[in-house]
């Protein structure tokens, strides 16, 4: 059973896909992905993200994405607090 999983794009990635406000991309999932094939649906390059939360927690590049998650992607021009120093892509 696919379940819908709500992708939030900020700064420059939204605005290259004509997004504007808060708006998410839907992405629908039968199973777990890994994020680079999110990214990939989404046609993103991984090099452009900087930051991935998924469920409102920061998670590394090789995170897998469950249906149903909350996923937001932030642009490496996106200004990145000290804390999650560690988890950028």
Not at 32 to 59: T, W
Not at 64 to 85: N, S, T
């Amino acid at each position: 059973m696919k379940a819908i999983t709500e992708v939030f794009l900020f700064g420059s990635l939204r605005k290259e896909r004509g997004g504007y406000g808060l708006s998410p991309t839907y992405c629908e999932l039968e199973s777990p992905a890994p994020l680079l094939e999110i990214l990939n649906s989404l046609q993103i390059q991984p090099k452009r993200v900087q930051l991935v939360m998924v469920n409102h927690r920061a998670v590394p590049s090789d995170h897998v994405i469950q249906p149903g998650d909350r996923v937001a992607l932030f642009p490496r021009e996106y200004a990145i607090f000290a804390d999650w120093k560690n988890l950028r892509s």
